[in-house]
Each structure stands twice: as structure tokens, then as C-alpha cells.
């Protein structure tokens, strides 16, 4: 069983950054992908980005260029740095953890880009 947990959520004017944080109770190098996602009220939820285990790293088209994902396996944390955040960007952010036999998802964050 893996818990994530995220944090680092909030308000934040229209142009600002923020960075989300998800620590697993496990080494996220024993899961094959570490990914973020997001859920808007009123729509599905989808992909922002991805990171494998062997590095490889995959955005939706409209975060490239201003979302980073990284990892830090001595702190078993997965980040994803926001910036040049707009309001279509407002929604619960969500931390995904993917294994063969199992997904594994936190509670969400809930970040919210506004004036």
C-alpha cells in the first residue's frame, strides 16, 4: 500500500508560481511513473505531466514550457513547479502514483489562480 500526500496548494494571483509537493511513504524510484493531475469543477479529470522512473518526462500542451516535474528520491517527494499560472490553470491537483498491479492516488490540492 503507498500513501501520497500533497501539499502546497493556494491562491495565487494570475501570472504567479507555486510548487506542489507529493511524498509517497515509499521510494519513488519502486514506482514505474510519478504523474500530476487535475480535475476543474465541471470537467474530467486529465494529465499534466508525468515522470518515469527512468527520467523521462511528458506535459500536457498547455502547461509546456511553464510546468516542471522533477523528483527527489532521497525525500521520496515529487514536485511540480507552476509558474506563469493563468486561471484555466485552477483546479484540485491530484498525485498519481503508477505500478503494474496498482494506481495509487492522493487527496488532492487545490489550487486556485485568481485576482
Known amino acids: 500500500q503507498v500513501q501520497l500526500v500533497e501539499s502546497g496548494g493556494g491562491l495565487v494571483q494570475p501570472g504567479g508560481s507555486l510548487r506542489l509537493s507529493c511524498a509517497a511513504s515509499t521510494s519513488i524510484f519502486s514506482i514505474n511513473i510519478m504523474g500530476w493531475y487535475r480535475q476543474a469543477p465541471g470537467k474530467e479529470r486529465e494529465l499534466v505531466a508525468q515522470l518515469t522512473r527512468g527520467g523521462t518526462t511528458i506535459y500536457t500542451e498547455s502547461v509546456k514550457g511553464r510546468f516542471t516535474i522533477s523528483g527527489d528520491n532521497a525525500e521520496n517527494t515529487v514536485y511540480l513547479q507552476m509558474s506563469s499560472l493563468e486561471p484555466e490553470d485552477t483546479a484540485v491537483y491530484f498525485c498519481?502514483?503508477?505500478?503494474?498491479?496498482?494506481?495509487?492516488w492522493g487527496q488532492g490540492t487545490q489550487v486556485t489562480v485568481s485576482s
Open positions: 498519481n502514483g503508477w505500478t503494474p498491479s496498482r494506481s495509487y
